[in-house]
């Protein structure tokens, strides 16, 4: 519950769309709950962001970082009727909507 990006309120016109800002402080916040030798598995949403910041960690000095692949909800398959959709979610691994703010480590600001 570290985030690596936050949503900026800078419009790209190029991509019509208020793009993500990747976060410098994530590996120091990192840092605050584990070691650089310590086993990481991070995720997003899709396995995007996550790779980005097991990239970040990795260039860090955490030297056993994995990322979750197709991450929280995966991409699916196109096909609303199947049962291989990807993702932590949709392969019955345990998981809430709830949130739990003391345990998260957010940027001190924007």
């Known amino acids: 519950m570290i985030p690596v990006a936050a949503q900026s309120y800078a419009w ?3 991509k019509r769309q208020f793009p993500m800002k990747l ?3 994530f590996a120091e916040r990192v840092r605050q709950v584990a070691g650089q030798d310590e086993t990481l598995m991070v995720m997003c949403r899709s396995g995007g962001r996550s790779a980005i910041a097991a990239n970040m960690l990795a ?3 955490f030297t056993k970082v994995f990322n979750i692949v ?4 995966g991409d ?4 609303s009727e199947s049962e291989c959709r990807g993702g932590w979610k949709n392969s019955g691994c345990p998981w809430t909507k ?3 703010p003391d345990r998260m480590l957010l940027p ?3």
Request: proline share 4%; glycine share 18%; hydrophobic share 20%.
């Open 76 to 79: 699916g398959n196109g096909d």
């Open 70 to 73: 197709d991450g929280m909800e």
């Open 23 to 25: 976060l410098p402080d």
């Open 59 to 61: 260039k860090a000095g």
């Open 108 to 110: 001190k600001s924007l």
């Open 98 to 100: 709830t949130l739990t």
């Open 12 to 14: 790209d016109e190029n």
